[in-house]
C-alpha cells in the first residue's frame, strides 16, 4: 500500500462516555482519573472532561494497537474507582439496591 | 494527635495500615505469591492488588474500629517501585481523599521503611541498612536529608536471592528468602563465591550468574558448547544458600561498618524485607558488638512493606505541614531517598 502520506495525517479516536450516580461521583472520578499522564512513548493523547454526571474520555492516537493500550490501562484505573466510589461513597437512596450485589456498603458511611 | 491511613503497594506486597499518634491500629497485607521459578511481572501484580485492596481497607477500618471521619489524612506510596501496581494504591488513595474530604500525602517507600523502623526500634540516630526485594542502600541522616552512603551497583540484595531461589524452585511461599534462610541452616561447607564490594558500594549480579553456574551446571555446557570434567563436584542446594547468604551478608555488613565509622555512629538499623533475615541480623550483631555498637532489628510484620508505615511517614510530613494537591498525587518508579526533605526530624 502506497498512499502513506495521506494516511499519516489521519488519526484514531474514541470517546468513552461513563454515567455515574451523581454529578459528585462523576467530578471525582475526573479528578482522581484526570491525574496520571500518558506515557510519553505511547503517542496517545487523553483528554477528559465532564457533562454534569457523565465523564467523557476522549482518545487520540496514530496507532489502533496504541489506541487499544491506553484504553485497556484507562478501563483498569477507572473501573478501581468505580469501586472504591461504589463501596465508600454515599449512595443516593435509589441506587442502594443496584450494589447490593457486589459488596455490603452498610459500614462505610 | 494525627490519625492517618496507609497505602502501601509498591511491589508484590499490598498493604494497608492506620496509625493514630505513634500507636498501630491496624497492619493488614496480602502477598502476591507466585508458582516456584517464576517471578511477580507487573500487570499480574497489579491486577492481584486491584482485587485485593478495598477488603484491605474495610479490614483495617474495622481492625482499627474506626470511621473514615476520624481519620485526618490519607498516605500512599508514591515510589520508587513498579509502576502498575503503584498505581493501584495511588488510585484508590485519591478516590479516598476525595470521598472522605481527607488531605491526601505521597510517601517515599524507602523513608517509610527507615520511619517505621526508628518507631518500633526507638533508635534515634541510626546508621540505617535498607535491605529488600528491589534495594540495597546504607543511609545516614545528615542535614535534613537521609544521604545514601553506598548501594548496589545493579541488582539488590533481595533481587539476587528471589533469583536464585527461581533457579533453583525453591517455593515463592510465604517469601523465596525465608525458604533460603530455612534451607541455608543445612548447608555445611561453604563454596568460595566472589565477593564484590567496590568503595562503599555493592554488586551482586555477577555473583548470581556465578552461583548459577554452579546450581544447574548443565546450562553451563549448553552454552559454552564446552565438555566439563565430570569430576566437578555437584553442590547440595542447601550448602548454596548457606554460602550464597554468608557472602552477600558480609559484603553488607562490611559497608554498613565503614558507614558507621565514617559517622561515627555506634547504632546500626536494619529495614526492608531482607532484614527479617535472622542470620543476617546475627552477623550484623557480631560487628556491631566488637565496636562496642547496638543493632536494631525489626520482625516481618514491620520489616516486610507494610501500609503502616506509610501512615507513619505520612503522619511524621503531615505534622511537619506537607501538603500534596490532587494534581501532584502521580506515581514515579524513580524516587531516590536522599530527595525527600526530612523537616520532621528536630537534628
Not at chain 1, 69 to 82: K, M, R, V
Not at chain 2, 156 to 172: E, T
Not at chain 2, 335 to 340: L, S
Request: net charge neutral; hydrophobic share 40%.
Amino acid at each position: 500500500m502506497m498512499p502513506q502520506q495521506t494516511v499519516v495525517s489521519k488519526v484514531n479516536e474514541s470517546t468513552i462516555r461513563v454515567p455515574f450516580d451523581t454529578p459528585e461521583h462523576a467530578k471525582i472520578a475526573f479528578r482522581v482519573l484526570s491525574v496520571d499522564q500518558e506515557p510519553r512513548r505511547n503517542f496517545v493523547q487523553k483528554s477528559l472532561s465532564l457533562e454534569d454526571d457523565v465523564l467523557v474520555v476522549h482518545f487520540i492516537a496514530d496507532q489502533v494497537k496504541n489506541l487499544r493500550t491506553a484504553i485497556t490501562s484507562f478501563f483498569e484505573c477507572l473501573l478501581l474507582c468505580q469501586d472504591t466510589i461504589k463501596l465508600f461513597g454515599e449512595q443516593p437512596q435509589s441506587q442502594l439496591n443496584n450494589n447490593a450485589g457486589t459488596q455490603s456498603s452498610a459500614d462505610s458511611t | 494527635m494525627v490519625c492517618a491511613l496507609g497505602i502501601e503497594g509498591s511491589a508484590n506486597k499490598i498493604g494497608i495500615g492506620i496509625i493514630n499518634n505513634g500507636n498501630v491500629l491496624a497492619n493488614v497485607r496480602r502477598t502476591y505469591i507466585t508458582p516456584p521459578g517464576e517471578g511477580f511481572l507487573p500487570k499480574e501484580t497489579a491486577k492481584h492488588h486491584r482485587e485485593a485492596i478495598l477488603a484491605l481497607v474495610q479490614a483495617s477500618l474495622k481492625e482499627a474500629q474506626l470511621k473514615p471521619s476520624d481519620l485526618d489524612v490519607i498516605c500512599y506510596t508514591k515510589g520508587p517501585g513498579m509502576a502498575p501496581p503503584l498505581l493501584v494504591g495511588a488510585i484508590v488513595a485519591r478516590t479516598l481523599s476525595l470521598l472522605w474530604q481527607k488531605p491526601l500525602l505521597g510517601v517515599n517507600h524507602c523513608i517509610g521503611h527507615i520511619e517505621m523502623g526508628r518507631l518500633i526500634t526507638g533508635a534515634e540516630n541510626p546508621i540505617v541498612l535498607y535491605v529488600s526485594g528491589g534495594n540495597t542502600q546504607v543511609i545516614a541522616y545528615s542535614n535534613k536529608r537521609y544521604r545514601i552512603f553506598g548501594e548496589t551497583i545493579d541488582i539488590a540484595v533481595g533481587n539476587c536471592l528471589d533469583r536464585f531461589a527461581r533457579i533453583i524452585k525453591l517455593s515463592n511461599d510465604p517469601s523465596p528468602g525465608y525458604n533460603i534462610e530455612q534451607l541455608a541452616k543445612q548447608g555445611k561447607q561453604y563454596i568460595k563465591l566472589p565477593y564484590v564490594v567496590k568503595g562503599m558500594d555493592v554488586s551482586f549480579s555477577g555473583i548470581l550468574s556465578h552461583i548459577e553456574e554452579l546450581a544447574d551446571p548443565s546450562k553451563r555446557r549448553n552454552k559454552r558448547k564446552k565438555q566439563q570434567n565430570e569430576s566437578e563436584p555437584e553442590y547440595s542446594q542447601a550448602d548454596l544458600c548457606y554460602s550464597l547468604q554468608e557472602t552477600i551478608f558480609a559484603m553488607l555488613v562490611e559497608i554498613t561498618e565503614r558507614a558507621m565509622a565514617h559517622c561515627d555512629s555506634n547504632e546500626v538499623l536494619i529495614v526492608g524485607g531482607v532484614g527479617c533475615n535472622e542470620r543476617l541480623q546475627q552477623m550484623m550483631g557480631i560487628m556491631c558488638e566488637e565496636r562496642n555498637g547496638k543493632v536494631f532489628a525489626i520482625d516481618e510484620r514491620y520489616c516486610i512493606d507494610n501500609g503502616l508505615m506509610i501512615a507513619h511517614a505520612g503522619a511524621e510530613m503531615f505534622k511537619a505541614g506537607a501538603e500534596m494537591p490532587l494534581e501532584d498525587a502521580f506515581v514515579t518508579q524513580r524516587y531516590r531517598t536522599d530527595e525527600v526533605l526530612v523537616n520532621w526530624r528536630k537534628d
